[in-house]
């Protein structure tokens, strides 16, 4: 069996791949045998089908004997596209109450059903499926009892009431109570589903939070913050700080009898992944601007001297910035001010230093089995041009980058990305950039994350996109994203939103006024801030 995180296959053994009826990789020799399983339990099915279809063509031959006897017309009726009143009750005058009771209580078993069904049978595993399929299977020898009563004649219903005593109504009543059993088996087994949907949800927020102290840790104790110029050069040189890309399973679908199901399945995901490439193409997605930027704001870090290590220290130290971090079970924002006087220092900010670290630390702490996602931003290596009108406003160009990200990390961890809300006219209004779109189309994603999984969301130097004319489109777009990292119901994934200004924020500061980081203007350089940082969580 091969290594599912590298693909790596022992010699001689078989490629496994994914089987719908287990619920799990399998061998293809077991795939083979779940197909032909489920090809088995369908096609008894199958039979009872064709027993039902056999005595409703039955009934509508003696419905039209009886027409043309009493000089009516009748049309012959399609019995496998019929509506049941069309061949049955509709056409008689006297029929049981039994069989009028038996008709109204089939609807309501299926119905205390059918939500239970709706929802899981998007990936039924063989319990479920097999729950379903001897309802259906129930169902259909009911009704077949039913349509032997019409197709029977006068003179052997009486001669069977008086021989069976009755035996007809005793099976009626017994395949209606072994519908009923199989509906409540559906809701234990649909019960059994939601608690291990639940129960898997708890362990995705534990592994989350495993992975969020993992990486202030790292934060922490990370050594740009402690070895000198040309050791950090020598230790760094060279990385790219690349999104970790999630194990690459093989979840390929073996046939399994149902082709109908499949194929539209099949269909659904083809129309998923055009529409991806479709959006990915309309907003001009990099992939390797993100890392290109990580690395530049690495790169510059060497040139911080002692006083700016003290502030990135006292960012990485307060309180506040901890319990934000560490905090992964709930949704929520932090804007850091540094209030570092702009034309009084020279070089890259400690705080985007310390959004660099924490982006690419981010990708680094991640576990394979924690849905963390992270998607940021660098203002200041996007800032437009006073000389220059950009053909795209740069904060819509900024949220064009968070949905490219986002996509591309749903599609590393199998996560097939719905845009069945992307409409003709939101596909033109996406084409130019509009904002409100945009914005959008980031939160009904972000909404499609696993229960349990957190999103990160840093925005550094924010400060960049506040002037040239842009506060409305950035006070916009940052108010959308403050919305929704507040607004947050539980079952969905966590949205943790970071904002960093070099010095401080002055228009969209207002959807932060509870959840600020101010540190201080004046901080010295101190010898021990290095040792400080290393040992804070020791």
């Known amino acids: 069996m091969r290594f599912v995180e590298t693909q790596v296959m022992v010699p001689g053994e078989p490629r496994p791949v994914f089987s719908s009826w287990f619920g799990r990789l399998v061998s293809q020799a077991e795939a083979d045998q779940g197909q032909r399983e489920r090809a088995e339990l369908w096609k008894q099915v199958d039979e009872e089908k064709e027993a039902l279809f056999k005595l409703m063509e ?112 005793s099976d009626l009543t017994s395949s209606l109570d072994e519908m009923r059993q199989c509906a409540e088996a559906i809701k234990e087994e ?62 390929s679908v073996s046939s399994d009898g149902k082709e109908g199901m499949e194929l539209l399945m099949r269909e659904k995901r083809r129309r998923a992944e ?20 990580i690395s530049t704001c690495l790169q510059l870090g060497y ?29 929520g924002s932090l804007l ?16 985007t230093l310390v959004a660099a670290e924490l982006s690419r630390l981010s990708e680094e702490a991640k576990a ?46 199998r996560i097939i990305p719905d845009l069945v809300f992307m409409t003709e006219k939101k596909w033109e209004k996406m084409e130019r950039l509009q904002i409100s779109t945009l914005c959008t189309a980031f939160r009904k994603l972000s909404r499609q994350l696993p229960p349990g999984g957190v999103l990160w969301c840093i925005v550094d130097e924010i400060s960049a996109y506040e002037t040239f004319g842009l506060e409305q489109d950035t006070d916009l777009v940052i108010g959308n994203l403050s919305q929704l990292a507040n607004g947050a119901k539980c079952g969905q994934a ?16 207002r959807h932060f006024l509870d959840v600020t980081l101010d540190l201080q203007e004046d901080v010295d350089a101190d010898d021990s801030a290095d040792w400080a940082i290393s040992t804070m969580l020791s």
Request: glycine share 4%; proline share 5%.
């Open 336 to 351: 850091v001010n540094g209030h570092e006087d702009p034309a009084a220092t020279e070089g890259i900010s400690p705080l």
């Open 274 to 293: 055009a529409d991806k490439r479709r959006l990915l193409r309309l907003l001009q997605y990099d992939r390797g601007s993100v890392p290109k930027d």
């Open 190 to 251: 649909g019960c059994l589903c939601q608690a291990e949907e639940t129960h898997e949800a708890l362990l995705n927020s534990e592994r989350s939070e495993m992975v969020a102290n993992r990486l202030l840790h790292l934060l922490e104790t990370n050594p740009l913050f402690q070895l000198r110029p040309g050791d950090l050069r020598k230790a760094i040189s060279g990385q790219e700080a690349t999104p970790y890309d999630l194990a690459n399973v093989d979840w």
């Open 58 to 169: 039955e009934v509508q031959r003696k419905l039209l004997r009886k027409a043309a006897d009493n000089g009516e017309a009748k049309e012959k009726i399609d019995v496998r596209r019929c509506s049941w009143g069309q061949v049955a009750a509709g056409q008689y005058t006297k029929v049981e109450e039994d069989i009028f009771k038996a008709l109204a209580d089939i609807p309501e078993i299926m119905e205390t059903t059918r939500r239970y069904v709706g929802i899981y049978w998007q990936k039924p595993d063989h319990r479920f499926e097999q729950r379903v399929f001897n309802l259906f299977r129930a169902s259909l020898k009911t009704l077949r009892h039913i349509m032997q009563f019409f197709a029977d004649s006068k003179y052997r219903k009486l001669l069977g009431a008086v021989g069976k005593q009755n035996a007809y109504k």
């Open 368 to 413: 394979e089995s924690a849905p963390v996602f992270v998607v940021n931003y660098f203002c200041a290596e996007h800032q437009p041009s006073p000389l220059v009108t950009p053909l795209s406003s740069p904060p819509a160009m900024m949220m064009a980058s968070f949905i490219g990200q986002l996509l591309s990390q749903m599609t590393d961890q």
């Open 303 to 331: 040139q911080l001297d002692e006083k700016a290590k003290g502030r990135a220290a006292a960012m990485i130290g307060a309180d506040r910035f901890k319990t934000f971090v560490r905090e992964v079970k709930s949704s």
């Open 494 to 509: 966590v949205l943790k939103l970071l904002l960093t200004c070099r010095s401080r924020s002055l228009v969209i500061s």
